[in-house]
């Protein structure tokens, strides 16, 4: 267990980071979208992260599902550009003894950063691999004290119409909805990611505050959180509720169980010509394969 | 001009324009201008009609022809960029996938267009037999836009919108058939005299 955290020196202070991004905004931003509004992250290294060859960060921020920024790849790499991530506030409530509402801030000293290099798997199949910037997701959770009737954790995303007008194309419902059963959510491998490639998160992927979720299909790492619940009944989740035949709850990452219209067994590595093999759980198995012990995951995907 | 798309990509290709997934760009730009050359084919007849215009038959097969040809660079994006030739694998895919089933069929069925494409096998097979074997492009149509509204995750705008056009285009046929005389191949096939619908 690393102890050193981050050196005092490095987390950048509060006004610096509000500022810088103030500053920035007054420019008009850059035309990459990615930097215009980026301010320096670092975290502590892990032994979670992978050390696979880690994805461009040009394609990472180039090539999104964000629907409600546009339902085409490069659509929210344009479309987000001037969405509003400065003040944010995540309400943390439900089945909890501390309900909370957070400011960016505050979560960002709940723990240490770390980085967590992760190989993320699209259901439509595709995979990169990013040098994400979080905390574990569990630290959020135990200082909610959940009750003992908190089975699961439920996220909300943002959704604003105005802000976001691509929305009502998307095909899926909005505001965005996600949850994981309470044992998927304390397990170390879920975090809650505040930046990429050594900076906050852009815009296109999630900013400010973002869930990740390695073993399971990316849809599952809901972006730019706005509410976590703890509740007591499995919660919706939205590509569920789009349709419900294609895409379970649990959507963990698993070669052996296709999707009805296509393969799950290969994946395209963004940057490799040739497919791969899909690994179970992403390739998390170790961590992960004994919270399904005993499940039956074609009927549970 | 109809190579204006092909040109387009392979300017892309080399310049990094194709984005981080290239072998998706290049499938979903194929197989995007092969519908538009289908609903292209597809309008001949009747702007000709409307406009008066006989001679625009011309353009019909050169439009047909580049149709199968963005299908055949999809069909082989598909084959080989995204199967690498890996038939079994193709062959699941096409007996399991719905969307790859019909994609394949909409494909298929343009091969004997596209070989009797020609003036020579106008004659072979005598007008009508050719016409009746060229309205296999509506199959053709329709399967392209079923193939595509079967693969969209969640937007079907798209789909929609061309299974819109090829719907209107389907459906003048359908209404003016009873108003046109007996089929003529000679009359479909050549300039027609002006003042003749």
């Known amino acids: 267990m690393w102890t050193s955290g981050i050196p005092a020196g490095e987390v950048t202070p509060k006004s610096v980071y509000l500022n810088r991004r103030r500053f920035l905004g007054a420019m008009g931003g850059l035309a990459a979208g990615r930097a215009a509004f980026a301010a320096k992250l670092t975290g502590a290294k892990s032994p979670y992260s992978t050390s696979e060859k880690q994805t461009s960060a040009s394609d990472v921020t180039h090539y999104n599902n964000y629907y409600e920024f546009g339902t085409e790849k490069t659509q929210p790499a344009d479309l987000a550009k001037n969405f509003k991530t400065v003040p944010w506030s995540v309400s943390v409530e439900g089945e909890a003894g501390k309900k909370q509402v957070y400011s960016l801030d505050e979560i960002l000293k709940l723990a240490p950063l770390e980085e967590r290099i992760y190989r993320h798997r699209c259901v439509e199949g595709w995979s990169i691999v990013v040098p994400w910037i979080g905390f574990p997701l569990n630290v959020l959770l135990r200082r909610a004290e959940p009750t003992a009737k908190a089975h699961f954790v439920a996220f909300e995303s943002y959704y604003d119409p105005r802000q976001m007008p691509q929305g009502k194309y998307a095909g899926i419902p909005l505001p965005y909805v996600e949850g994981l059963r309470m044992d998927e959510a304390l397990h170390p491998l879920a975090i809650l990611a505040v930046g990429m490639y050594g900076e906050t998160l852009p815009n296109q992927d999630g900013a400010p505050i973002r869930l990740v979720v390695p073993w399971k299909y990316g849809f599952k790492s809901i972006k730019s959180i706005v509410k976590i619940r703890l509740v007591e009944k499995q919660p919706p989740t939205t590509w569920n509720i789009a349709n419900a035949h294609e895409y379970g709850f649990y959507s963990n990452v698993n070669p052996e169980v296709d999707h009805p219209r296509w393969s799950q067994a290969t994946e395209r590595r963004l940057g490799e010509f040739l497919r791969r093999k899909t690994l179970k759980f992403n390739g998390y198995g170790n961590d992960v394969a004994q919270l399904y012990a005993g499940m039956d995951l074609r009927k549970s995907f | ?197």
């Open chain 2, 1 to 197: 001009m109809c190579l204006i798309p092909l040109g387009l990509l392979l300017w892309r290709g080399t310049h990094d324009g194709l984005g981080a997934n290239p072998i998706e760009f290049i499938t979903h730009a194929t197989g995007d201008w092969t519908l538009r050359f289908l609903v292209l084919t597809l309008a001949v007849t009747p702007v000709r009609k409307l406009l008066g215009r006989p001679q625009l038959v011309r353009f019909r097969r050169m439009l047909g022809l580049f149709a199968f040809f963005y299908g055949c660079l999809h069909f082989l994006t598909y084959v080989w960029l995204d199967k690498f030739f890996d038939v079994q694998a193709m062959l699941a895919d096409v007996a399991k996938r719905r969307f790859i089933t019909i994609g394949f069929t909409a494909f298929v069925l343009l091969i004997p267009l596209a070989l009797t494409s020609t003036a020579g096998w106008i004659r072979r097979l005598g007008g009508r037999r050719w016409q009746a074997l060229h309205r296999l492009i509506y199959v053709s149509a329709v399967a392209a836009v079923v193939h595509y509204y079967w693969l969209v995750k969640s937007d079907i705008r798209l789909p929609v919108f061309y299974g819109a056009l090829v719907g209107m285009l389907l459906l003048w046929r359908a209404v003016n058939r009873r108003k046109a005389a007996p089929a003529s191949a000679s009359r479909t096939t050549q300039p027609e005299p002006a003042g003749n619908g």
